[in-house]
């Protein structure tokens, strides 16, 4: 079944750094995944669509060049969080589309267990 | 996209029942329904997808009535364990996949 794994699952850096958080799909490829951002009690928000060799589409509202998404391989996007601030502190989940175990219908979003992001 | 509603919070108790309803009024031929499951600090967990009529796992079940404008997600005794946060999510789920748009998600909590 489709997994995917997040790393790190928790980061804490100081203001002004940049942080980078890797997604992999394990066992299946992935020619397309998501980011997306989820603030305490909060719904998740789509923030990018990862597309592997090409440019990410960022929702409205997102800084690409703040929030910068590379794909280069089918099993491997990455969200680097570039000089970031306390009030990018945040989860951050990615996803892929695959088929989890025992499923057999249609191809699911599978998601990463996520990345706790602490800006001081 | 489809839009989805559904309830902010539920409660209930150990071994009870728990049937929590999505709609989704503009769901287009081609989208499928899924239903994910989240703790707090972890990445939402599948639970069950349908296009239409019942579809049940080892977890769950899932109604979808012929008009598609709804499904209820059912889980059969809950326990304290089953306390989290459920979406339901519709979209497309074929190779020209696009992104999926999470609503409020239902906040089940269950007491002893």
């Known amino acids: 079944g489709a997994v995917v794994s997040q790393h790190p699952s928790r980061v804490i850096c100081k203001s002004g750094t940049s942080v980078k958080i890797e997604c992999r799909s394990l066992d299946f490829q992935a020619t397309t995944m998501f980011w997306y951002r989820q603030f305490p009690k909060q719904s998740l928000m789509l923030m990018a669509t990862?597309?592997?060799?090409?440019?990410?589409?960022?929702e409205q509202g997102v800084e690409k060049d703040k929030f910068l998404i590379n794909h280069a391989s089918l099993t491997l996007s990455t969200l680097t969080v570039t000089s970031a601030h306390p009030e990018d502190s945040s989860f951050y989940i990615c996803?892929?589309?695959?088929?989890?175990?025992?499923?057999?219908?249609?191809?699911?979003?599978?998601f990463g267990a996520g990345s706790r992001l602490t800006v001081l | 996209l489809a839009k989805t509603t559904q309830p902010i919070s539920m409660d209930s108790y150990e071994g009870q029942e728990v049937n929590i309803t999505c709609s989704h009024n503009?769901?287009?031929?081609?989208?499928?329904i899924t239903w994910y499951q989240q703790f707090p600090s972890q990445g939402p967990r599948f639970i069950i997808q349908?296009?239409?009529t019942k579809v049940t796992n080892e977890v769950a079940s899932l109604f979808i009535p012929a008009d598609r404008k709804s499904s209820t997600l059912s889980l059969p005794r809950v326990s304290l364990s089953d306390t989290a946060v459920y979406y339901c999510?519709?979209?497309?789920?074929?190779?020209?996949?696009?992104?999926?748009?999470f609503g409020t998600g239902t906040r089940l909590l269950v007491s002893p």
């Open positions: 349908g296009y239409k």
């Open positions: 996803s892929a589309i695959g088929s989890p175990v025992h499923h057999s219908g249609a191809n699911v979003l599978t």
């Open positions: 503009n769901i287009a031929t081609n989208d499928y």
């Open positions: 999510l519709v979209g497309p789920m074929n190779t020209g996949f696009q992104k999926l748009v």
């Open positions: 990862s597309n592997e060799g090409s440019k990410a589409t960022y």
